[in-house]
């Protein structure tokens, strides 16, 4: 059975009141999910889950073709999904999620065997650490961030 199967079940009894406050958002890291869509779902799984060396959980069929990043619900960093969609056209990306990582390179030296592609190598952002931004095998661009 999938953890995500009783979702609202398992979500904690001050969910909303932990995100909001008075109705406004608390001033806390605002993201909390991702799609990001894909053309082929069992292809996009097995580049991400090469490149990131992570298993990724199918939904239910009736939610429609989407795959699951690993997640820790009560975790501080968020997830996401592979979402297929039947009427998918690669385009430019303007928005860019990025993935924590130990060290961007670790995943970039894993991107072109699983079929995409390194657009911007580790760089420095100073205090903040390292990024990378990678493509997918569907167009979409990635970013990667660590602290070494």
């Known amino acids: 059975m999938s ?16 995100i ?6 608390k001033n806390t890291n ?19 889950e090469t490149v990131f060396n992570v298993q990724l ?3 239910p069929l009736q939610w429609g073709k989407q795959s ?6 009560y975790g501080m960093n ?4 592979l979402v297929e969609k039947a009427d998918f056209s690669e385009n430019s990306n303007n928005t860019v999620v990025y993935f924590e990582s130990q060290d961007c390179l670790k ?7 699983a079929g995409g592609e390194v657009l911007q190598s580790k760089m420095s952002i100073g205090e903040f650490g390292f990024v990378s931004r990678i493509k ?11 602290l070494q």
């Open 107 to 113: 995943e970039e030296s894993r991107v072109v065997a």
């Open 68 to 73: 699951a990043f690993p997640s820790d619900r």
């Open 30 to 48: 605002p993201v909390n999910w991702f799609d990001i869509h894909v053309a082929n779902l069992e292809k996009a799984k097995a580049f991400y």
């Open 3 to 18: 953890h995500f199967s009783n979702f609202s079940e398992s979500l904690p009894a001050n969910f909303e009141s932990s």
């Open 78 to 81: 968020i997830s996401g999904a």
């Open 57 to 59: 959980e199918d939904f």
């Open 20 to 25: 909001l406050n008075n109705g406004k958002m």
């Open 136 to 146: 997918d095998v569907d167009g979409n661009v990635i970013g990667l961030h660590s």
